[in-house]
C-alpha cells in the first residue's frame, strides 16, 4: 500500500515538473518592443508571436493646441513616459525584466528626438540585462504586424502587395519576405494621413483629425463637394494637390457659417477623394505586378470607409485583402515586437553604436 502512495506521489511530482518546464518553455523568446518614433510612447510584451501585453501611452493632449506634433514636446513626453509604460507593459505580461530574451525597439523613419528616447532606453537596459538588442524599421513593423498570432489575424502569404497608410507615408512596397520588401510608390508630397490631419485642422477638428473626419462623414454626402482626384503616371502617389484644392475652397466661402452647416458633407466629400487616390494607384500595382494579396497597415487602416471600399475593390478584382485588427493600425509596440521576433529567429541582432535614424530607408 505504502508503495503504491509513493509511486502515485513520486508521478504527481513527474507530472508537476513537467507543467513548470512546459511554462518555462512557452515563456522563452519573451521580448520587450518599444515604439517612440513619433508621438506615441508604447512598449509590448511578446512570447514567441503572441502578445502578452501592449501599451501605449499617446500624446495627443500635448499637442492638440498647436494642431500637429511639436518635435521637442514629443521628446519630453517620451522621457518622461517611457519608464511607466515599459513598466505597464512587464506588469500587464506577468513577466520580470530578467525573463526577458532580447530588446527590439524602433530605430527609424520618425522624429529624431523621439527615437532617441526609445533607442537609447532600449540600449540601455539590453546592457543591463545582457541580452541582444534589435533595430526595427518602423514601416517593416507596420505590415509585419500581419503575422501577430491572433485569433484575429490571418496571416498573408509572400510575396503580397504591402500598403502603407500613415501620417508620415503612404507607400506600397511588394513584400517578397518579412524583410526583403521593395518599394515600389510611395507620396511625392503628403502622406495620406497628413492630408486628413491638415484639412481637418482647416475645417476645425482638432488634432488627429483622420478619425473624427471619418464619423462625420458617415452621414455625409460624398459627392456633394467634387475635389480633383490626382493621377500620378507610374506607382507614386500625392496628396498635396487636394489639401491645397481643399483649403482655398474653404477660404473662398463667404458664408461664416458655411463650414458648420456642410461639415458632414465636407468629411464625406474630403474622405472619397483621399481613398479614391490610393485605391486607384492600388488596383493599378496589382493589374501590373499580378498580385492578388493586398495587406494593409498604417493609422489610416483605421478608417472605416477605406476598409468598406477596400472589400468591395476585392470582390470585383478576386484580391484577398488583409486589413488589421483596430488596436494594430496606428502606432503600437506590438508590431516592432512581431517585426523583432522574426529578426531574433534569425539571429539577426543590432549594436549598441547603431543610431536612430530619422530617414530610415525600408
Ligand atoms: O500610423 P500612425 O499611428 O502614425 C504614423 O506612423 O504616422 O498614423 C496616424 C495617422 C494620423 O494622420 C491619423 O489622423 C490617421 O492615422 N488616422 C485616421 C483614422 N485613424 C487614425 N485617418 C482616417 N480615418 C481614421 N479612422
Ligand atoms: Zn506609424
Known amino acids: ?165 500613415s501620417g508620415g507615408h503612404t507607400q506600397l512596397v511588394l513584400v517578397k519576405k518579412h524583410f526583403e520588401m521593395e518599394l515600389i510608390g510611395s507620396t511625392i508630397d503628403d502622406a495620406i494621413g497628413e492630408a486628413f490631419d491638415k484639412c481637418g485642422k482647416k475645417l476645425g477638428l482638432s488634432y488627429p483629425a483622420g478619425s473624427q473626419i471619418d464619423k462625420l462623414a458617415k452621414v455625409g454626402n460624398s459627392k456633394r463637394f467634387p475635389f480633383p482626384i490626382s493621377n500620378l503616371n507610374g506607382y507614386n502617389v500625392s496628396y498635396s494637390g487636394i489639401k491645397t484644392a481643399f483649403i482655398n475652397f474653404i477660404y473662398k466661402q463667404k458664408d461664416p457659417n458655411f463650414i458648420s452647416e456642410n461639415l458632414n458633407d465636407l468629411c464625406a466629400s474630403l474622405q472619397y477623394t483621399l481613398i479614391q487616390i490610393i485605391l486607384n494607384k492600388i488596383e493599378k500595382v496589382a493589374k501590373d505586378y499580378r ?33 488589421p485588427p483596430l488596436h494594430y493600425t496606428t502606432d503600437n509596440a506590438a508590431m516592432i515586437g512581431i517585426a523583432g521576433y522574426y529578426k531574433l529567429k534569425q539571429k539577426n541582432y543590432g549594436t549598441v553604436s547603431e543610431s536612430a535614424q530619422a530617414r530610415l530607408k525600408l
Open 1 to 165: 500500500m505504502i508503495d503504491k502512495i509513493l509511486y502515485l506521489v513520486l508521478m504527481l511530482i513527474v507530472y508537476f515538473c513537467n507543467v513548470i518546464n512546459n511554462l518555462k518553455l512557452s515563456k522563452k523568446n519573451i521580448i520587450l518592443a518599444i515604439e517612440s518614433s513619433c508621438d506615441d510612447t508604447a512598449a509590448a510584451i511578446l512570447s514567441g508571436r503572441k502578445v502578452l501585453s501592449n501599451c501605449i501611452a499617446n500624446q495627443n493632449l500635448i499637442h492638440r493646441a498647436y494642431g500637429g506634433v511639436v518635435p521637442e514636446l514629443a521628446s519630453r513626453a517620451h522621457q518622461s513616459k517611457i519608464i511607466p509604460v515599459v513598466s505597464q507593459a512587464l506588469s500587464k505580461a506577468n513577466i520580470d525584466k530578467k525573463e526577458l530574451t532580447a530588446i527590439a525597439y524602433t530605430q527609424g523613419p520618425g522624429l529624431l528626438g523621439s527615437l532617441l528616447v526609445g533607442s537609447t532606453f532600449a540600449k540601455s537596459l539590453a546592457i543591463a540585462l545582457n541580452i541582444p538588442l534589435i533595430p526595427i524599421n518602423h514601416m517593416n513593423g507596420h505590415l509585419l504586424v500581419h503575422f501577430i498570432k491572433d485569433k484575429k489575424i490571418n496571416p498573408p502569404v509572400f510575396p503580397f502587395l504591402g500598403v502603407t497608410l
Open 291 to 323: 498580385i492578388d494579396q493586398i495587406v494593409i497597415g498604417g493609422g489610416v487602416a483605421a478608417n472605416s470607409e477605406i476598409r468598406n471600399q477596400l472589400e468591395v475593390y476585392a470582390k470585383s478584382n478576386g484580391w484577398k485583402i488583409f486589413l
